[in-house]
């Protein structure tokens, strides 16, 4: 049991760290080389479970099964270190000669590794036990190891290459895949030494604990640093949207909202009207008057003074409802909500204030009122055309006062 500690140790450590790599997430796009390594992990854990249970039926001396699980133990072994190699490679993302003759070397040591397990079964070229149940290791045993620490090393020396080319973050992340085929050498070569103890998995444990902190980790910061940067600049574009649209809505000489906008917030109450969604709702209609006189004796600037300010008449009365100008000297406040409520008392002040201007030669507006009624189901446009008349009716009494 002493063996089989080691390799069910490293198990668990292998699940704990690993657990987001292992599970699979559906409808995530991800590149082939992580993908690769997903299935290095799942090798890799194949071969702790049967470097464990090996320990076990050795231990105990159940030869026949024990056997059997030596069979999957090489099959295990040699599916990760090749699965390794592809990863390296597809990780570099690069082609020439060198990356070619890896990848053909790579699946050379499969083919000559499945071909060497499958013979043993009649010839002990790799592994047999004996009379007394003890295990040991033949020739082709010894030339797969030496293969083994080939492509370890060569893959380790290539990335350590690779890694001149590259600074910061990549540059570590190369080179502790470069610790990674160094460490498996040296663990081979003692697992070749002494082939009863589990160092083949200290050596994949301690490697896979390198690669998820300085690789994996390093990857996601860099990912979680690319979807802050992501949200941010959504926010700003964002920001900068809603100050083009503020600015394509927006009366630039007044300040108020202008005809595009009225045509628009026109389109959201008829479709309120037509779903029942409202039931109250009221429209002032505006009009300046003396404007083209102002423009023709005093000039235009004088003439958009007289607007700024009529403009502000009407925003400090109706201060809950939304002002547009929808004309050079014509204005309409939608009335919701508590300017509607008090929509009688707030137009009597407002034609108050007119009148006083009028008597002083001062700004002079018509208003015209009109609140749709729900019983008879009045359009949008009937209310704004009896506004439109009462405002008409008040231009003609203002201009009757001396």
Request: net charge neutral; glycine share 6%.
């Amino acid at each position: 049991m002493a063996y089989a500690s080691i390799p069910i140790l490293a198990l668990l450590i292998h699940l704990i760290i690993n657990y987001d790599v292992l599970k699979r997430k559906k409808n995530r796009e991800t590149q082939f080389y992580r993908t690769l390594y997903r299935y290095f992990l799942f090798g890799v854990m194949t071969y702790y479970l049967t470097d464990a249970l090996w320990g076990i039926l050795y231990e105990t001396h159940l030869v026949k099964a024990a056997y059997f699980d030596t069979v999957v133990y090489y099959i295990a072994m040699a599916v990760s270190v090749f699965l390794w190699t592809r990863y390296v490679i597809h990780y570099l993302n690069e082609k020439n000669i060198y990356i070619t003759l890896l990848s053909c070397f790579g699946w050379i040591y499969i083919f000559f590794d499945g071909a060497c397990l499958i013979l043993n079964f009649f010839i002990p070229i790799k592994f047999y036990f004996d009379e007394l149940g003890i295990y040991h290791a033949a020739i082709t045993r010894h030339i797969i190891l030496i293969m083994q620490i080939f492509m370890f090393f060569i893959t380790a020396i290539y990335v350590f290459i690779y890694a001149l080319r590259t600074n910061g973050k990549e540059r570590r992340r190369h080179l502790t895949i470069g610790a990674f085929g160094i460490a498996m050498v040296l663990f081979v070569i003692f697992q070749a030494l002494y082939p009863l103890y589990p160092l083949y998995s200290i050596g994949y444990l301690l490697g896979t604990c390198l690669i998820h902190t300085f690789v994996l980790e390093d990857e996601k910061d860099d990912y979680r640093s690319e979807v802050e940067f992501l949200i941010k600049r959504e926010q700003i574009q964002k920001k900068e949207l809603g100050s083009t649209q503020r600015l394509a809505y927006t009366d630039s000489l007044t300040g108020v909202k202008n005809k595009r906008a009225f045509t628009e917030a026109q389109k959201e109450i008829e479709e309120a009207l037509t779903c029942n969604l409202i039931n109250e709702f009221g429209i002032v209609v505006f009009d300046l008057n003396g404007l083209k006189t102002i423009n023709d004796t005093e000039g235009h600037d004088a003439g958009d003074r007289y607007i700024k300010e009529s403009s502000q008449i009407i925003c400090n009365t109706f201060k809950h409802s939304p002002i547009y100008r929808i004309g050079g000297d014509e204005f309409v406040a939608f009335l919701r909500g508590e300017d509607y409520a008090n929509r009688e008392a707030l137009l009597d002040s407002f034609d108050k204030t007119i009148e006083e201007n009028k008597a002083s030669g001062l700004i002079v507006i018509a208003s015209g009122m009109q609140t749709y009624n729900p019983e008879t189901k009045d359009t949008f446009i009937h209310v704004f055309e009896q506004a439109d008349k009462k405002m008409y009716e008040r231009k003609r009494y203002l201009k009757g006062i001396k």
